[in-house]
């Protein structure tokens, strides 16, 4: 009784800990999508390629909405040549009363 109790309490555990954020809501213009716990960063150890050129910067990876999966995956940095006279702001997650939501990066 005891093992099988312990088995059935380390599988509960594992299904947390494993759990993906799945629920969202679409709020204003329906291209926000909120979810109840964010994603965390894709433990990996990510190799950048040879800089293709002196004027490119490196942009780290970014989520994206995914709709066949219905939650944010994670897509690799990438090398890209800026424009003139504007600075990257770096993707990040933001909270309020709906849950978490992603601001992709973008140009400034």
């Known amino acids: ?11 509960i555990c ?6 993906k954020p799945k629920i969202y809501v679409k709020v204003n213009n329906g291209n926000v999508r ?3 716990v964010r994603p965390n960063a894709p433990n990996v150890v990510v ?8 004027k490119h910067i490196w ?3 970014d ?9 944010y995956v994670y897509e690799q940095g990438k090398w890209i040549m800026p424009n ?7 993707g990040h997650w933001k ?5 978490w939501h992603w601001v992709n990066g973008h140009w400034k």
């Open 14 to 19: 594992m299904n947390q800990l494993n759990a």
């Open 63 to 71: 989520w994206v909405w995914s709709p066949q999966v219905n939650q």
């Open 84 to 90: 003139n006279n504007v600075v990257w702001v770096a």
């Open 34 to 36: 909120y979810v109840k």
């Open 59 to 61: 942009i780290d990876g």
């Open 95 to 99: 909270n309020n009363k709906h849950g």
């Open 47 to 54: 190799v950048r390629p040879a800089c293709p050129g002196p």
């Open 1 to 11: 009784m005891k093992k099988s109790f312990l088995i059935m309490l380390v599988f």
